[in-house]
C-alpha cells in the first residue's frame, strides 16, 4: 500500500498559480501511474491529469490542457501538478491517486488503488 500526501493547496486569485505536491512513502511513485483528480461541491470527481509509469506520457482533461502541467521527480518520490492561469472553476478539493497496474494511464479512479487526503484549491478574488 502505498501512502500519499498532498500539499500545497490554498487561495489563489483569477489568472494565478499554484503547484500541487503529491509525495508518497511505502512505496516507489516511479513504478506507477499517477493521476491528480478533483471535486467541487455538488459536483462528480473528475480526472484532471494523468502521468503514465511505462513513458511518463501524460493526459489532462480539455478544460485544463496549456494551464496544468503534471511531472514526477523520482528522486524525491514526489509527483507535481502545477496550475497557471487558474479559474474560479478550477474551485475544488484536489487528490492524487496510484495506478499500480497499467501502463498508461486513465482518467477511470476505480483503477486507481490508493488516494491521499486530498487538498483544497480555492480560485477567488
Known amino acids: 500500500q502505498v501512502q500519499l500526501v498532498e500539499s500545497g493547496g490554498g487561495l489563489v486569485q483569477p489568472g494565478g498559480s499554484l503547484r500541487l505536491s503529491c509525495a508518497a512513502s511505502g512505496s516507489t511513485l516511479r513504478n506507477f501511474g499517477i493521476g491528480w483528480f478533483r471535486q467541487a461541491p455538488g459536483k462528480e470527481r473528475e480526472g484532471v491529469a494523468c502521468i503514465s509509469s511505462y513513458d511518463d506520457s501524460t493526459l489532462y482533461v480539455d478544460s485544463v490542457k496549456g494551464r496544468f502541467t503534471i511531472s514526477r521527480d523520482s528522486a524525491k518520490n514526489t509527483v507535481y501538478l502545477q496550475m497557471n492561469r487558474l479559474k474560479p472553476e478550477d474551485t475544488a478539493v484536489y487528490y492524487c491517486?496510484?495506478?499500480?497496474?497499467?501502463?498508461?494511464?486513465?482518467?477511470?479512479?476505480?483503477?486507481?488503488?490508493?488516494w491521499g487526503q486530498g487538498t483544497q484549491v480555492t480560485v477567488s478574488s
Open positions: 491517486a496510484v495506478d499500480p497496474l497499467r501502463d498508461f494511464c486513465s482518467f477511470s479512479d476505480y483503477e486507481y488503488d490508493d
